[in-house]
């Protein structure tokens, strides 16, 4: 995945999170629903790869909790403890097994 095209599906998603969206073919179409936040390189990337088609835009809070999870497991695999990383990120200490209940010790 390029960065423009990263850039401007991260753009669709904080506009139309939660929501279905029709991607359209033309990026000046694109360009006129998210004038402020997607520049023409990013709406031509996004229009070529994903044009024409209903794509679903996450929330936010969704991709930014898998982000965490993802730093969760990667201190757990540096070897800090359930106690360490929940202090280090706010959570409760059984919230942080829920997140590693699958990742291997």
Request: aromatic share 4%; charged share 25%.
């Amino acid at each position: 995945m390029t960065p423009a095209l990263e850039t401007g599906l991260q753009a669709l998603s904080r506009h139309f999170a939660g929501r279905h969206v029709r991607v359209p073919l033309d990026p000046s179409k694109l360009l006129r629903l998210l004038p402020s936040e997607l520049d023409a390189a990013s709406a031509a990337e996004v229009c070529a790869a994903v044009g024409g088609t209903r794509l679903y835009a996450r929330k936010a809070t969704r991709t930014r909790a898998e982000a965490r999870n993802s730093r969760i497991r990667v201190r757990r695999s540096q070897g800090a403890t359930q106690q360490a990383i929940a202090e280090e990120f706010g959570l409760s200490v059984r919230h942080v097994q829920n997140i590693l209940k699958d990742f291997p010790k």
